[in-house]
């Protein structure tokens, strides 16, 4: 992918300066309880500081995607309270919402639309002028290798394609916070690592990143600081040394298996009983 310049200092049409010292994300006693009955969040607390590359990790159902729901404005929490950079994400969301991009793990995009229709829509619906809007596509393109691909439709693109797509369309109003939902998902070794280097990229550049994924090296490799979430809670937080050294094993990823109550899959002891 191409080189491309990233200002995290601006976002979308305006989007208000952020708070001396406020975190990134600051979540307080989160609570999500829907009509059945079911938390999906009991009391979250969890604080992202800016520049931060951090790591949420957790089995299916721990309540990761309900988390990012919440932040983005997909979901009503039922207490507690979020803020991006100091503003209220959820009773004065507008400011808030400008500070993020949001690349999903679905790839919901419009299958009638061109690439570059995409991006362009994306930034009208941040703001952005129509000039603006027409030198970040072109820019975004250029840094995902889309440029080739810019007047076809989304539904011909293949699947590490769109997975770019999706993360270009996250970072076309310039988010200072980005959250990124398993964005490698499904896509071969080659992007995967191409993904990486470039939100390495762009959080050395200020970006500030929070990341869900399943792959345990992924975490390991890319975030500063790692929390585990299960069954709605926060159980665990921190660098994956000290998350290995609280739970007593060698890896984040034996950790990780004895959170989610399968420590017979680690890999020392698989290799222990193998002949």
């Known amino acids: 992918m191409g080189k491309m310049q990233f200002d995290p200092d601006i976002a979308g049409n305006g989007c208000a300066p952020a708070s001396p010292n406020a975190p990134a994300l600051?979540?307080?006693?989160?609570?999500?309880?829907?009509?059945?009955?079911?938390?999906?969040?009991?009391?979250v607390s969890l604080a992202i500081q800016p520049g931060e590359f951090f790591g949420l990790l957790g089995p299916n159902g721990?309540?990761?995607?309900?988390?990012?729901?919440?932040?983005?404005?997909?979901?009503?929490?039922?207490?507690?309270?979020?803020?991006?950079?100091?503003?209220?994400?959820?009773?004065?969301?507008?400011?808030?919402?400008?500070?993020?991009?949001?690349?999903?793990?679905?790839?919901?995009?419009?299958?009638f639309l061109t690439l570059e229709e995409t991006l362009d829509f994306h930034g009208g619906y941040f703001g952005m002028r129509k000039r603006d809007r027409r030198e970040r596509t072109k820019e975004l393109l250029d840094a995902f290798s889309l440029t080739e691909k810019r007047e076809e439709r989304t539904r011909t693109l293949s699947g590490g394609m769109k997975r770019r797509l999706i993360l270009a369309r996250a970072l076309m109003h310039r988010p200072r916070l980005l959250i990124l939902d398993e964005p490698t998902a499904g896509v071969d070794v080659e992007?995967?690592?191409?993904?990486?280097?470039?939100?390495?990229?762009?959080?050395?550049?200020?970006?500030?990143?929070?990341?869900?994924?399943?792959?345990?090296e992924e975490a390991e490799q890319l975030c500063d600081r790692i929390a585990f979430i299960n069954d709605g809670e926060i159980v665990a937080r921190g660098t994956p040394d000290e998350l290995a050294s609280e739970y007593d094993v060698g890896s984040l990823e034996d950790a990780y298996l004895k959170l989610v109550g399968r420590s017979?899959?680690?890999r020392a002891k698989v290799e222990a009983v193998l002949p």
């Open 26 to 43: 600051d979540v307080a006693d989160l609570v999500k309880r829907y009509p059945t009955g079911t938390e999906a969040l009991k009391s």
């Open 264 to 266: 017979e899959l680690s």
């Open 62 to 111: 721990a309540g990761k995607s309900t988390l990012i729901h919440c932040a983005t404005g997909l979901a009503q929490p039922t207490s507690g309270s979020i803020e991006v950079f100091g503003h209220d994400a959820i009773d004065h969301y507008g400011h808030a919402r400008l500070a993020v991009g949001l690349a999903p793990q679905d790839l919901n995009l419009d299958w």
């Open 191 to 216: 992007l995967r690592l191409e993904l990486w280097q470039y939100v390495q990229r762009i959080n050395e550049e200020g970006t500030t990143i929070l990341l869900t994924t399943h792959y345990l």
